[in-house]
C-alpha cells in the first residue's frame, strides 16, 4: 500500500482564494477590508520570519495589516493597556499576539485579556470555554485546518476511532474536541501512554503533534488509516514531522508530508479566523466553504 498523500499547499491555497472572495465582499459592504494586527514582543528571528509571512499572506487575500513590534522586557500593563487600546478600535476585526513572549510577559494573562472576538488564534479562555460547549465561536487554527484537510481527502469521521497524540492547548486538547464535535471515538495520548504504539494502532485518524521527531513509526499504524502529522523538526539538515514519513506511507491510506502538510493550514485558517470575525463584529452572513 502507498499512502494518498494530503496536500496542505493546495488545500490552504484554495482556503486562502475563498477567504479572498470574502475579503472582497466584505470591503464592498462596509468599505473597509477586515483589519489584522499582529503583535511581536522582541526581536527573536523565527517570531520574525513568522509575522512576516502572516502579513504577507494577509495582504494578498485583501486585508488591512498592521504590524506591532515591542520592546523586549515590555510589562504585562503595557501589554494590556495595547490589547485594550485594539479591542476598542472599530477598524480592528483580529489580533494575535506572536509565541512565545518574553518575560515578564506570560501566554495565560495574553490569553485572558485579549478580546475574544478578536482572538484570531482562538486561545482565549472564552473561545476555548465555547469550543469545549460545542458552540460558534474563533478556534485555533491549527486544529481547524486539519479538520478541513480530513473533510477535504474524504475521510469518514463519524464513528470512527480517532487518537491524537499531543495535548497542548494549541493543537491536541482543541483537536480532541473538534473530533468528537464530529461523532468521532477520540483517545487522546501522549509521550506518558503506556502502549503508546498499540494505542496509535488501533485508530482509524491518527493526528499526532507531539514534538518529537519521526516518533510514529510504520507499525504503530493501522493498516488504511488516515495519519495527519502536525510535528515540524529539525533532524540532520532536514526538516521532518513526529512520523516516519517513508514507513507509515508504506501502511497508511493518507498522510500528510512534512514539509508542505499541515504548515500552510495554519496561517490559512488565521486569515479565515480574522475574515469570521470580521463578518460577526458586522453581522454579515459567514462566507461559505471555509470554517467547517
Not at 119 to 130: A, C, E, K, R, T
Request: aromatic content about 2%; some cysteine.
Amino acid at each position: 500500500m502507498s499512502a494518498r498523500l494530503i496536500d496542505g499547499r493546495d488545500a490552504a491555497r484554495r482556503v486562502r482564494e475563498r477567504v479572498a472572495e470574502g475579503c472582497a465582499a466584505f470591503t464592498q459592504r462596509h468599505g473597509r477590508p477586515p483589519g489584522l494586527v499582529g503583535i511581536q514582543v522582541g526581536d527573536d528571528p523565527a517570531s520574525e520570519i513568522y509575522q512576516r509571512n502572516k502579513a504577507q499572506q494577509a495582504e494578498e487575500v485583501g486585508m488591512s495589516v498592521q504590524r506591532l513590534k515591542l520592546p523586549a522586557g515590555t510589562t504585562q500593563a503595557e501589554m494590556d493597556a495595547l490589547l485594550d487600546r485594539l479591542a476598542a478600535d472599530p477598524a480592528v476585526d483580529g489580533m494575535l499576539v506572536q509565541l512565545p513572549v518574553p518575560e515578564p510577559l506570560t501566554e495565560a494573562a495574553i490569553a485572558a485579556r485579549i478580546d475574544p472576538t478578536k482572538d484570531v488564534d482562538g486561545f482565549s479562555p472564552v473561545n476555548i470555554g465555547h469550543l469545549v460547549r460545542g458552540e460558534p465561536c474563533l478556534r485555533p487554527c491549527t486544529p481547524s485546518g486539519v479538520m478541513w484537510m480530513l473533510d477535504d481527502a474524504g475521510v469518514e469521521l463519524e464513528g470512527a476511532s480517532a487518537v491524537v497524540v499531543g495535548r497542548s492547548l494549541i493543537v491536541g486538547k482543541p483537536q480532541a474536541m473538534m473530533l468528537l464535535e464530529r461523532h468521532a471515538t477520540v483517545t487522546v495520548a501522549h509521550s506518558r501512554t503506556r502502549d503508546l504504539p498499540g494505542i496509535c494502532r488501533a485508530a482509524d485518524v491518527l493526528v499526532v503533534a507531539v514534538g518529537r521527531a519521526e516518533m510514529v513509526r510504520g507499525d504503530w499504524v493501522k493498516p488504511g488509516a488516515a495519519v495527519i502529522d502536525v510535528g515540524m523538526n529539525r533532524r540532520d539538515d532536514r526538516l521532518c514531522g513526529d512520523v516516519h514519513f517513508d514507513e507509515v506511507s508504506a501502511v497508511a491510506g493518507a498522510l500528510t508530508p512534512v514539509p508542505g502538510g499541515v504548515g500552510p493550514m495554519t496561517i490559512a485558517f488565521l486569515l479565515a479566523n480574522t475574515l469570521q470575525a470580521a463578518e460577526r463584529r458586522m453581522g454579515d452572513e459567514p462566507t461559505k466553504g471555509i470554517i467547517t
